[in-house]
């Protein structure tokens, strides 16, 4: 009895340890899975063989790009924007310690995580804060967020039909916009391949309409699908918002149509001639063609420290002036800075004029914009504005209502017209 008691005592005590033993190869399995996966993203966890180094080239499509910065900030733009105790000169500079340092940085937090986490470090580094307007308020909440998830993709833009994009056009547009984005695309926007196979395509930019407004998505969606020209994220489509909306634009620019030529970002209230635009650049010797930034340019610019302006900048904020820059009714970018753009933009805090921001991120790659006359972003002279010779030689007008944009169009493509 007593021996086929120790005996069952024995069988239980191999059958536990070899539960132990088991289970413990499960979690081994499972971290060695784990580390493994998170070696992968990391792009080089085989380790090197004795001798020759061997070169490997990156995970690219694993690895979110902007996280290994391979770009290099211009002198220029240090000496331009020296440290100064406004919150975002400390933030851009602790950005740049850290890319200094390792050449890496630290992604942004997730979208769902970035907003609450910082509101009492807000009142710690900006010591008026309760004294700033709520839309400033609400910026600096958001100011760490980037990366909005997608809600209309247009994957296939770029590649549908094969042959490469000389000229994407980048509108951006609010959901309830439609009469003026239809406008655009029966005009200056209509995608077509023109003479010399130049291809252009176009694109809207939209974030999401506020709880407050009537629901225009089931609407947008159906016009996304039947036009394949609209991208829309989740937020909210403010004008605070404009420069989350640029740098995701980039980024999927970057990602989606890496070939294209050149990009052109402008409003969907605009008048813009695209043929003296695709003139304009084709011309262009290969050289400058891959550093355009050219439009109106803004190169002395201050401020505005009203609290009543649209434009207000606090000065616990942003201290100094702004870098030189084309103004946001339309300029043109190379495709070929879009990567580096993408990147740099990485280092630069988010600025509540999305057209400044732009203007700093190509400041630190080094580039200077380009002034062009035919970019009137302020509009033409008073008793110009139904000339239409003087729009025929122009590339783009500020603010035409959709008649007027349709009007103008046909009026510049008129056999009749002798200029
Ligand atoms: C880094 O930059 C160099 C030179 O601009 C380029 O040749 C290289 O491909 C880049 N590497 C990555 C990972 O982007
Ligand atoms: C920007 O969008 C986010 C997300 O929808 C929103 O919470 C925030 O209030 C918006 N910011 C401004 C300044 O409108």
New binding site residues.
């Given amino acids: 009895m007593r021996r086929i008691r120790s005996l069952m005592a024995m069988v239980l005590l191999c059958a536990v340890l070899l539960l132990l033993v088991y289970s413990n190869w499960q979690i081994d399995m499972a971290h060695t899975r784990i580390v493994s996966h998170e070696q992968s993203l990391a792009g080089s966890f085989v380790p090197e063989p004795p001798g020759e180094p061997v070169w490997k080239p ?1 995970e ?1 499509a694993v690895v979110p ?1 902007y996280l ?1 910065l ?2 290099t900030v211009s002198e220029n733009f240090r000496k331009f924007f020296l440290h100064n105790t406004a919150y975002w000169s400390r933030l851009l500079h602790a950005f740049l310690r850290q890319h200094d340092q390792s050449h890496n940085i630290t992604p942004p937090a997730e979208w769902k995580e970035c907003r609450e986490a910082n509101r009492e470090l807000l009142k710690t580094n900006v010591h008026d804060f309760d004294t700033y307007p709520d839309l400033h308020k609400d910026f600096l909440r958001m100011c760490h967020c980037r990366d909005p998830p997608q809600v209309i993709d247009q994957p296939k833009k770029c590649t549908s039909d094969g042959d490469g994009t000389f000229l994407l056009l980048a509108i951006k547009s609010v959901p309830s916009n439609f009469l003026r984005r239809q406008a655009v695309r029966e005009t200056w926007g209509m995608e077509a391949v023109y003479q010399g196979g130049l291809r252009v395509r176009t694109l809207f930019l939209l974030g999401s309409s506020s709880d407050m407004d009537p629901d225009l998505q089931p609407l947008l969606e159906f016009e996304a699908r039947q036009y394949k020209d609209v991208l829309q994220w989740d937020f909210h489509d403010s004008l605070f918002n404009l420069t989350l909306k640029v740098d995701a634009f980039l980024k999927w620019t970057w990602s989606n149509c890496p070939d294209v030529s050149f990009v052109f970002s402008g409003d969907d209230d605009v008048f813009v001639n695209t043929l003296a635009i695709l003139e304009y650049l084709r011309a262009l010797a290969p050289d400058s063609a891959s550093r355009v930034y050219v439009g109106q340019v803004i190169s002395v610019a201050t401020p505005i420290r009203d609290p009543k302006s649209k434009y207000y900048i606090p000065k616990t904020f942003y201290e100094g002036a702004y870098p030189p820059y084309a103004g946001g009714g339309g300029f043109l970018i190379s495709g070929a800075l879009l ?1 580096r753009l993408s990147q740099v933009s990485t280092l630069i805090p988010l600025f509540p004029i999305d057209d400044v921001y732009v203007g700093m991120c190509i400041h630190a790659l080094g580039i200077a914009p380009e002034m062009h006359p035919g970019f009137q972003t302020f509009d033409v002279e008073e008793n110009n504005r139904e000339n239409m010779c003087v729009h025929k030689k122009l590339m783009l007008i500020h603010q035409r209502t959709p008649r007027q944009v349709k009007w103008l169009w046909k009026g510049i493509h008129s056999p009749l017209l002798i200029c």
């Fill in positions: 990156m690219v790009k290994v391979n770009v990567g």
